[in-house]
């Protein structure tokens, strides 16, 4: 299985609003809408942000929000904060009941 | 709240056995479906290894298969990655994580395994 495609990094001033993509395919992205996306700052463990596409855990600022189209799936963080500036990984199930992951996007607040 | 704990030798030789623990504390290890291993070498991006049914029932990374063992220990309330013939390549930090729902969470600290002579 092929690791899902991120941009590389993406960046953004303070207040403003940023998008990060994962595309996969109608295996994994595609299959279900079992999507789900991760803040991992340096040396830290990653950090549930998004589950089911666009579903936020109980903590996660209302600032990130998820969407899917087809094969890709989205993942916006608005008002962006310096507290922002990470790793984010994408995740999907798979129709052969394995996980596959994103190949990870550094958010920089400039 | 459930939480994870990974523990294990921090090198291993290549060509050897990497063997690591995950104890679930704060909840039984049967009250989540299954139970998962990630991988993530330094730099670089994160890498599903496997997840554990509590019944014992596996499910593997298909790039890995033909190394990983992954099995749970109810009594003692964890569960466990054997990765045999390791390199360098193999070298990561290792997380265990619950993926209940299909998410992953919690997540373990992480422990760091070098493989080196």
């Known amino acids: 299985q092929s690791a899902l495609t991120q941009p590389a990094s993406v960046s953004g001033s303070p207040g403003q609003s940023i998008t990060i993509s994962c595309t996969g395919t109608?295996?994994?992205?595609?299959?279900?809408?079992?999507v789900s996306w991760y803040q991992q700052h340096p040396g830290k463990a990653p950090e549930l942000m998004i589950y089911?596409?666009?579903n936020r855990p109980s903590g996660v600022s209302n600032r990130f929000s998820g969407s899917k189209s087809g094969n890709t799936a989205s993942l916006t963080i608005s008002g962006l904060q310096a507290e922002d500036e990470a790793d984010y990984y994408c995740?999907?199930?798979?129709?052969?009941?394995?996980?596959?992951f994103g190949t990870g996007t550094k958010v920089t607040v400039l | 709240q459930v939480q994870l704990q990974e523990s294990g030798p921090g090198l291993v030789k290549p060509s050897g056995t990497l063997s690591l623990t995950c104890a679930v504390s704060?909840?039984?290890?049967?009250?989540?479906?299954?139970w998962s291993w990630v991988r993530q070498p330094p730099g670089k991006g994160l890498e599903w290894i496997g997840q554990i049914h509590h019944s014992g029932s596996a499910n593997y990374n298909p790039s890995l298969k033909n190394r990983v063992t992954i099995s749970v220990d109810k009594s003692k309330n964890q569960f466990s990655l054997k990765l045999n013939s390791v390199t360098a390549s193999d070298t990561a930090v290792y997380y265990c994580a619950s993926p209940a729902g299909k998410k992953f969470d919690p997540w373990g600290q992480g422990t760091l395994v070098t493989v080196s002579s």
């Open positions: 089911e596409v666009s």
């Open positions: 995740s999907s199930y798979t129709s052969s009941v394995t996980y596959v």
């Open positions: 704060g909840g039984s290890i049967s009250s989540s479906n299954w």
């Open positions: 109608s295996s994994d992205v595609g299959d279900d809408n079992y």
